[in-house]
């Protein structure tokens, strides 16, 4: 029987030991032993807190997805402006937190079992929609309602698209490589500052 207490640490144990051995074996072969393995824990154990592989994959993609919603209203709260507010999450979609390679790996895992799992499938429809409202509520303070609309599905779709890509390093493409790009299209709907000032 767990002692009384330890429930919080070790389901964090064995959500990082997912995520590592997920890494390491990919997402078929990160077998219960593995994780439990990589966790410095015995399999069994591992069903006093989770039911089976697919219910810990949920719980690790609920804490990735926490601490991405995390980091993002921490930053919103600082963001002086609504223009300001749309660089703010699509910085914290490609900040370091995000790109050490286990949770690359599980991030790759996710998107390619969320179409076979309900409560993955759940997950990705709740990120999409915290991507898509985060971006949305800044921009219909920039732009008309259906240009805000345009630029926000635009924009959710290339901070998947390229980082997938960042993730896989093609060609050496990285996260700050991925950024560049989207914040070109940033500025080509809605020119910084300093460009508006000096074209009046």
Not at 69 to 87: E, F, H, T
Not at 106 to 127: D, G, I, K, M, N
């Amino acid at each position: 029987m767990p002692k009384v207490g330890m429930q919080p640490i070790r389901r964090r144990q064995l959500i990082n030991a997912t995520m590592v051995a997920i890494h390491k074996h990919g997402f078929a072969d990160a077998t219960m032993q593995r994780i439990a393995r990589e966790a410095g824990l015995s399999a069994p154990i591992i069903h006093h807190y989770f039911r089976n592989k697919d219910d810990l994959f949920a719980a690790t993609m609920r804490q990735v997805l926490t601490e991405l919603r995390d980091d993002v209203v921490r930053r919103l709260a600082r963001a002086p402006d609504a223009r300001s507010r749309v660089v703010t999450v699509l910085e914290a979609n490609f900040a370091c937190g995000q790109f050490t390679p286990e949770i690359i790996s599980a991030w790759l895992a996710f998107w390619a079992q969320s179409p076979h799992q309900p409560e993955l499938a759940r997950l990705r429809r709740l990120y999409t929609y915290r991507t898509m409202s985060n971006l949305r509520a800044p921009l219909r303070q920039l732009l008309p309602l259906a240009d805000a609309r345009r630029v926000t599905t635009t924009l959710a779709s290339l901070i998947d698209g390229l980082w997938l890509r960042a993730g896989q390093h093609d060609d050496d493409f990285d996260a700050d490589d991925a950024l560049d790009l989207i914040r070109a299209y940033l500025d080509s709907q809605i020119p910084p500052p300093a460009q508006s000032h000096s074209a009046a």
